[in-house]
């Protein structure tokens, strides 16, 4: 689909295209603003599965659903017709974060 097949570049913010990444951390991609009159919006799929379909151009990881473990993740731009060819491939694995640690051995320390 020709008038799609723009150039979706797909970046997450505060992490590369293989790290260790939380629910907390967002995908983010670059496309035109406003959308032009041709795209619906986009599609964003995990391991060939679509996770979240929407508008928004900056996504939390938490919004995608996905139980901890590796990925691969593109998103494609989609219109009533047909979709875009899918943007460049991004492998993060996701991580849950537990409670923080309570210190331990606390002193008064005299001065």
Do not use: C, H
């Not at 570049?9 to 505060?14: D, G, I, M, R, Y």
């Not at 989609?78 to 309570?102: C, F, H, Q, R």
Request: hydrophobic share 45%; no cysteine; aromatic share 10%.
């Amino acid at each position: 689909m020709k008038y799609l097949a723009a150039i979706l570049l797909l970046l997450f913010s505060a992490f590369s295209m293989a790290e260790t990444v939380t629910a907390e951390s967002k995908l983010a991609w670059d496309y035109a603003d406003p959308l032009p009159d041709n795209v619906d919006g986009f599609q964003v799929f995990a391991n060939g599965e679509k996770v979240w379909t929407g508008t928004k151009k900056l996504v939390p990881v938490s919004e995608l659903n996905l139980a901890p473990g590796r990925y691969e993740i593109y998103v494609v731009a989609y219109n009533i017709v047909d979709v875009s060819g899918p943007s460049n491939t991004v492998t993060p694995t996701l991580v849950t974060v537990g409670p923080a640690t309570a210190p331990l051995n606390l002193i008064i320390v005299s001065q």
